[in-house]
């Protein structure tokens, strides 16, 4: 089992940065997969970016490639979203999820944080 707690979204301008933390319990965060996921009012939750289980590959959409980055800290059970450059369109609830393999699935996700907000205005 893993929980994991969400944390750093808020009210930013157009073209500033935010750092979300998503912070896990459980002795076994370094066998999952993590991902970031957003969902904006009236839309489904979309993939945004994950890393595997070393940290050393990273894959991310379309919408957010050059402008987020997503790390993790395997001594700390934290995974971490830079966002750079946020745009209006960036505006959404941001979930971080656990999975057993590397997937830009929604469904394939086991665990789920229970997000943080995250508004950009322009």
């Known amino acids: 089992q893993v929980q994991l707690v969400e944390s750093g979204g808020g009210l930013v301008q157009a073209g500033g940065s935010l750092r979300l933390s998503c912070a896990a319990s459980?002795?076994?965060?370094?066998?999952?997969?993590m991902g970031w996921f957003r969902q904006a009012p009236g839309k489904e939750r979309e993939f945004v970016a994950r890393?595997?289980?070393?940290?050393?590959?990273?894959y991310y959409a379309d919408s957010v490639k050059g402008r987020f980055t997503i790390s993790r800290d395997n001594a700390k059970n934290t995974v971490y979203l830079q966002m750079n450059s946020l745009k209006p369109e960036d505006t959404a609830v941001y979930y971080c999820?656990?999975?057993?393999?590397?997937?830009?699935?929604?469904?394939?996700?086991?665990?789920w944080g229970k997000g943080t907000q995250v508004t950009v205005s322009s």
């Open positions: 459980g002795r076994t965060f370094s066998s999952y997969a």
């Open positions: 890393v595997n289980w070393s940290g050393g590959g990273t």
């Open positions: 999820a656990a999975a057993n393999f590397d997937s830009i699935k929604r469904g394939e996700y086991t665990y």
